[in-house]
C-alpha cells in the first residue's frame, strides 16, 4: 500500500479546512494539558481521571455505569476495571452498589468526596468554558456540536 500523500491545501476552502483542523488540534493539545494539570493535583493517572470524567458525565445524563461499561470507555480488561475500581473505591472516589432494574447486576457510583474533589479542580475552568461559549448564538453552537462529533467519529477507527 502506497504512503498517503501530505495534503497541500490549494484553495481558500482548503486553507479554511486547514485552519479548523489546527484549532482543533491546538483544542486538543489544551486538553491534554488540562488533564495533566488535573492528574497532577488529584494524584491520579489518566485512567483514573478518565472514569471519574465518564461517571461524572453519564450521572448528569441520568445514567447508571456497569463496570462492563467503564472497561468499554477505557478500552481495559475486566482484570484491569476491577484493579481500577478498586483503587478509585479505596480513595474514597467510587462505590459499587446493586443495579436499580437488574438484582444480578452491580453499578458503579460516584461518591460526594469525587464530586467535590472534581468540582474544586474543574470548576472554575468549566465556568471559563461556559463564558467563552456564551459568546456564541445557538446556531454556531448547533455547528460546532456537529463539527466536533463528525470529528470525533473521523477519529476512531471502523
Known sequence: MAEPQPWIPRTRRDRVVLTA?????????SLDRMYAALRGDMDMNTTDLAALRMLIIREQHGEVV????LASHLAISTAS??????????????????????????????TDEARETFQRHFGERLTR?????????ED???????????????????
Open 81 to 110: 476495571t476491577t484493579k481500577l475500581l478498586d483503587r478509585l473505591t479505596a480513595a474514597g472516589y467510587l462505590v459499587r452498589k446493586p443495579h436499580p432494574h437488574d438484582r444480578r447486576a452491580r453499578i458503579v457510583a460516584l
Open 21 to 29: 483542523l489546527e484549532a482543533v488540534r491546538a483544542f486538543s493539545d
Open 140 to 158: 454556531e453552537l448547533s455547528t460546532i456540536v456537529r463539527f466536533l462529533g463528525d470529528i470525533e467519529r473521523a477519529m476512531i477507527p471502523d
Open 66 to 69: 456497569k463496570p462492563n461499561d
Open 129 to 137: 468554558m461556559r463564558a467563552a461559549a456564551e459568546a456564541y448564538s
